[in-house]
Every structure is written in structure tokens, then in C-alpha cells.
């Protein structure tokens, strides 16, 4: 007979969101159960495996952490993931617990319908789909459609689409939920944080389920004790792309561009700092992150950018023999100007 199923958590949430913070805390606080974490990410460089692998937290083991970054897992499931678990599934010492961080360009509906494929179905459930919302952006109306811009649009265009991308998949995300988490209301008023909930909670037909939180600082109790088993659910749970096609077209990620920056030693972080916020401003990037080599400094500079909002601190010593380098991972909507972002981040480095 078999074992007891084994639970797994899939964390989804639009790029930077705070999925990877909450995962830390979350480690952190694990208890002695052993969690494996399986981290996809949109662009070929692994930033948020980077900073946990080597975290120093003991439930983190570095054999834990295994990292997909062939695409976003929602495309890459039968290549990709379901590989991945059965051989996770096949060692000797299993997980108590699974968790699953996908990009935050990924439609969480493929990757719980994995789950019902018969090899994996057997050995594990979905205890429940977390999905992070950047609440300071919802409130900023970053994933807003501008309305008047897209009627005056559809007067010329009957065939468009209303939706942006990026809200389309803020609501991929939010439909395909069993709790949402309200996070960085650090950052908002207690207003603003109830427009917030009722601007989520419009664009789901199924009462949702949501809990504010800064950092993600919340219990693993609620976290990894949701017990839904959502694989029987998905029925309920269609993304626009389904809906719009229920042949079950592949849907790719078109729409967005990621590409790696690498440049020389930064001198003067804080000036590059600043000097990147306009570049981020004046090429409207959606995300910016990676690793910045400043000579003299024995540590790892981290630059983490969400929209406006850009963050830096040093996370840990360069390893002995690891290559010193300063890399981004910059990413943006389809049309975003590569050539222009990194001549503008050369000189930002210069
Ligand atoms: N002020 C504030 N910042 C936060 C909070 N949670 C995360 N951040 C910051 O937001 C940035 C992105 O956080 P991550 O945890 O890397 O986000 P993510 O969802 O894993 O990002 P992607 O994997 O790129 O989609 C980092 O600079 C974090 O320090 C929060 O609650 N409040």
C-alpha cells in the first residue's frame, strides 16, 4: 500500500509579488519537516534559487531546491516538472511537503491539472494554490486596464481584446486561488487596502479566500495546512486562455521579453542604484533583479527593482572560486528595448 499522499503548495503571484521572501520566512519557520522546493522562473537567470540556495536555513537543504528553468512551468509541464517529481518522488528520503514556486508570468491552471496525470496523482495532492498579490501595485492600479484608452481603441478595432496582458494574468492567478495573500500592506493604508480586497475579490465569481500580510510573515499552519486537494477542482477554476479556447490550445508568453544584462564591476552601487530607477522609468520595466560584483566588498551585492521600487543590500560572501559577476535579469512587455536598457544599464555601471 501506499504512503499518504504527500502535500504540495503551489506559491504563484505576479513577478515580485513577494513569493520567494515568503517562501524564506516560511522556511524558516518549518519545524524539523522537511520541505522540497521546486522554483521556476521567467528569464535564464536563477536569482531566486541564488538567494536560497545557501540561505543557512537548516530546513534548506541545497539537494532540496531544485530549480526549472527551461520556460515557465505552466508551458513546460509534461518536459519539465512532471519529470522532476517523480524523480523527487522516487528518492529514498521523501519530502513531508512539497512547495512550488512558479514564475510570476505563469498560469497556475496547467500545472494543478498535472497533478491529476496518473503517475503523480497516486503519490500527491495539492494542498492549495497561495497566490501573492503585490497589494501596493493593485492599489497603485498597475494591473488596471486604462478603460478609456482601450474603447477609444476598440472604436477603431472591434477584434481587440480587451483585457492587458498583465491583467489578464492577475486574474488567471486570483481565479485559480485557494488563498491570496494581501501582501506588502506595509506599504498602504487600511483604505486602501479594502479597495484592494474588493478589487480582487470582482474579478472571481467564487468567494475568495484572502489574508493580508507584510514580507509574507505569515504561519505555515495556514500556509501548508490548507488540505484542499485542488487537482479535483480545476474545473472551476479556468483561466482566460481556457475559456477561450476549450480545444486547450498551448498559450505561450509572447507578450513578455526577458533577457540577462551582464556587466562590469559597479563601484558606486548607490549611484547605479539611482541610475537604474530612470532606466527602469524611461523603458517601463516590470521587474529587474540579479547580482552586482563591487570590488573591494567580500559580499554579493543583491538588486531586487518592482516597477519603481527598487531594493539593495549585500546577501552573502562571493564563494571561493565562484566567479565574481555582475548579472540582471531584466523583464518587460514584448516591445521593451533591449539594445536601449543595456547600453542605458552600461552607463549606469560605468
Ligand atoms: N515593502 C515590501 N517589500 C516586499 C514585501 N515582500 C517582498 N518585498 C520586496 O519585493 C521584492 C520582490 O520580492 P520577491 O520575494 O523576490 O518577489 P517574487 O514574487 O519572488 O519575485 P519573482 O520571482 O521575480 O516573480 C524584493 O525586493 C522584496 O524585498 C513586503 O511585504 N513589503
Not at 530549480?67 to 512551468?73: A, K, P, S, V
Not at 492549495?128 to 503585490?134: A, L, S
Not at 495546512?225 to 505561450?252: C, P, Y
Amino acid at each position: 500500500m501506499l504512503d499518504q499522499k504527500i502535500p504540495a503548495t503551489v506559491i504563484t503571484g505576479f513577478l515580485g509579488s513577494g513569493k520567494t521572501t515568503m517562501i524564506r520566512n516560511l522556511l524558516e519557520n518549518a519545524n524539523g519537516k522537511r520541505i522540497a522546493l521546486i522554483i521556476n522562473e521567467f528569464g535564464d537567470l536563477g536569482v531566486d534559487g541564488g538567494l536560497l540556495k545557501g540561505c543557512g536555513i537548516e530546513a534548506c537543504r541545497d539537494e532540496d531546491v531544485i530549480e526549472l528553468n527551461n520556460g515557465c512551468i505552466c508551458c513546460t509541464v509534461a518536459d519539465d516538472f512532471i519529470p522532476t517529481m517523480t524523480k523527487l518522488l522516487d528518492r529514498p528520503d521523501r519530502p513531508d511537503h512539497i512547495v512550488i514556486e512558479t514564475s510570476g508570468l505563469a498560469l497556475p491552471q496547467p500545472l494543478v491539472a498535472a497533478f491529476n496525470w496518473p503517475e503523480i496523482k497516486t503519490q500527491v495532492t495539492v494542498d492549495g494554490v497561495v497566490t501573492v498579490i503585490d497589494a501596493a501595485a493593485v492599489s497603485e492600479g498597475r494591473f488596471a486596464d486604462d478603460h478609456d484608452k482601450v474603447d477609444a481603441q476598440r472604436v477603431q478595432d472591434e477584434s481587440l481584446d480587451h483585457d492587458s496582458p498583465l491583467e489578464e494574468l492577475f486574474e488567471d492567478q486570483i481565479r485559480a486561488a485557494d488563498l491570496i495573500i494581501l501582501n506588502k500592506t506595509d506599504l498602504i493604508s487600511g483604505a486602501q487596502l479594502d479597495a484592494v480586497k474588493n478589487d480582487v475579490q470582482s474579478r472571481s465569481i467564487r468567494a475568495l479566500n484572502m489574508v493580508p500580510a507584510s514580507f509574507g510573515k505569515l504561519s505555515n499552519q495556514l500556509l501548508l495546512g490548507l488540505g484542499v486537494g485542488t487537482e479535483d477542482d480545476i474545473a472551476n477554476r479556468k483561466s482566460h486562455h481556457e475559456m477561450e479556447h476549450e480545444a486547450g490550445e498551448e498559450h505561450d508568453h509572447d507578450e513578455f521579453e526577458s533577457f540577462v544584462v551582464g556587466l562590469g564591476p559597479v563601484a558606486e552601487p548607490k549611484s547605479f542604484v539611482e541610475k537604474l530607477k530612470s532606466v527602469i522609468a524611461d523603458h517601463d520595466v516590470l521587474r529587474l533583479k540579479g547580482f552586482v560584483n563591487v570590488p573591494g566588498k567580500p559580499m554579493r551585492l543583491v538588486v531586487q527593482a518592482v516597477g519603481s521600487r527598487i531594493e539593495h543590500y549585500f546577501d552573502r560572501s562571493w564563494h571561493p572560486g565562484e566567479e565574481r559577476q555582475t548579472r540582471l535579469v531584466v523583464i518587460g512587455l514584448h516591445d521593451i528595448d533591449t539594445a536601449a536598457i543595456s547600453s542605458a544599464m552600461n552607463a549606469a555601471a560605468a
